[in-house]
Every structure is written in C-alpha cells, then in structure tokens.
C-alpha cells in the first residue's frame, strides 16, 4: 500500500514561485510513476505534470509546460513539482498519485493512478 502525503501549499501572488511536496510510504516508490494533478472549485481534476519510475521521463500539460517542473528522490522518497511564473488560474488543490504504469500517454490520465494524496491548495493572487 502506498500512502501520499502533499505539502508546500499556501498563497502567493501572481509571478511568485512555490515548491509543492509529495512524502510517499512504502518501499516501491521508486517503482511507481508519480503525477501531479489539479482541481479548481467546479472544474474537472486535470493533469498537471508526471515523471515515470523507468528512466525518469517527465511529462507536462501544455498550460504549465514552461514554469512548473516535476523532479522526485527516490532517496527520500518524494516527488516534487516547482512552480514558477505563477497565474491566477493556477489556483487549485494539488493532488499527487501514484501508479505502476509507465507508458507516457497514459500518466495523463487520473483514472491510472490507484493511489493519492489527500491534497494542498494554492491560491495565487493577482
């Protein structure tokens, strides 16, 4: 069983950068892919950005491509996902999961990641 715990959440004006946090347990994360997801009040959870547990490939949504990054320590057992240039449509709760699924197409897709995090909201203001 894998467990997800997010952190690094908080308010921040727009431009401002932030590092979101994702403390995993158990000892197959550095099998698992990781992804980083979102969700606005009213609005589908959309994919945010993932990284896969083969070679470290890492995948991005077009709105974020460009100012977030996805990074992971298979040594402490955590993912990352820095923000920079932050916008007000940014804000979100944040969600990291995790999956054993590797192929890079199919990390974009919530319904492949059996395990997630309980969640941090960013709120970035203009």
């Known amino acids: 069983q894998v467990q997800l715990v997010e952190s690094g959440g908080g308010l921040v004006q727009a431009g401002g950068s932030l590092r979101l946090s994702c403390a995993a347990s158990?000892?197959?994360?550095?099998?698992?892919?990781m992804g980083w997801f979102r969700q606005a009040p009213g609005k589908e959870r959309e994919f945010v950005a993932a990284?896969?547990?083969?070679?470290?490939?890492?995948y991005y949504a077009d709105s974020v491509k460009g100012r977030f990054t996805i990074s992971r320590d298979n040594i402490k057992n955590t993912v990352y996902l820095q923000m920079g240039s932050l916008k007000p449509e940014d804000t979100a709760v944040y969600y990291c999961?995790?999956?054993?699924?590797?192929?890079?197409?199919?990390?974009?897709?919530?319904?492949?990641?059996?395990?997630w995090g309980q969640g941090t909201q960013v709120t970035v203001s203009s």
């Open positions: 999961a995790a999956t054993a699924t590797t192929w890079g197409d199919l990390l974009k897709f919530k319904n492949n990641y059996p395990y």
């Open positions: 158990g000892p197959t994360f550095s099998s698992r892919s």
């Open positions: 990284i896969s547990w083969t070679i470290g490939s890492t």
